[in-house]
């Protein structure tokens, strides 16, 4: 299993089924972007397309071996079960997702990391005891049509106001630094202003799911320039 660290969350591609728009299937894509560079991927099965508990199982399974094959963290968005059940480095839930303390417990018994997303300081507030939470999802920055249910878009000075609750660059909450990924709507344009806040890396669906193979490779660099 891979410890969390926080430059990890530099180029951290989600993806699922239901974000496959150029006609390959998920594990194709994902080994692609694995080869373009990213640095941690997030299964997230959210979308149009329905896949059932064992569609999802033989998925996850695949692209276990594949991200240990990179020697990249592989993260199960809001399935601890499944996260438990294929040996994820991590797991990421929402707000609405369950208890924060009961995901941290039970993913510390398995040795994985845990990513929460907040999207404003109040949210940041009410999250409870955030001990043992190894980062923060935070947006969307912009607008995005991926995540119908999206909260309003913080942009930049959402980020900034989530970050103001401590020191940059590392939120501190209940006496551990916890670094923040900011998601949604995000292109590779919008990145050297997103770095330039303390922020630790982007999260990315669109500009990195819609990519052929020579930008995919040319939108990693990119990125990983902004925060070298
Ligand atoms: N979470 P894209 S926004 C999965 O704000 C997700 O918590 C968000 O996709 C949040 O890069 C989002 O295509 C979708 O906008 C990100």
Redesign the pocket.
Known sequence: MIEFEPQMLQVYL?AGSSNMSLGEDLITYVERALKAGITMFQY?EKGPIKRTRGEKLALAQQLRSLTRQYHVPLVIDDDLELAIAIGADGIHV?QSDTQIQQVVRRAKQQGMFVGL?V?TPAQLANSGDLTGVNYL????V?A????LD??PAIGIPGLLALQDQTDLPIVAIGGINVPIVA????NVPDVAKIAATGIAGV?????LTQANEADLKLRVNQIKAAFA
Do not use: H
Not at 137 to 140: H, L, M, Q, Y
Not at 183 to 186: D, L
């Open positions: 989600v997230r929402g997303s999207s999802g935070s947006g969307p912009n995005t049509k991926t995540k999206a909260d998601i949604g709507g995000i999260a990315m669906i669109s500009a």
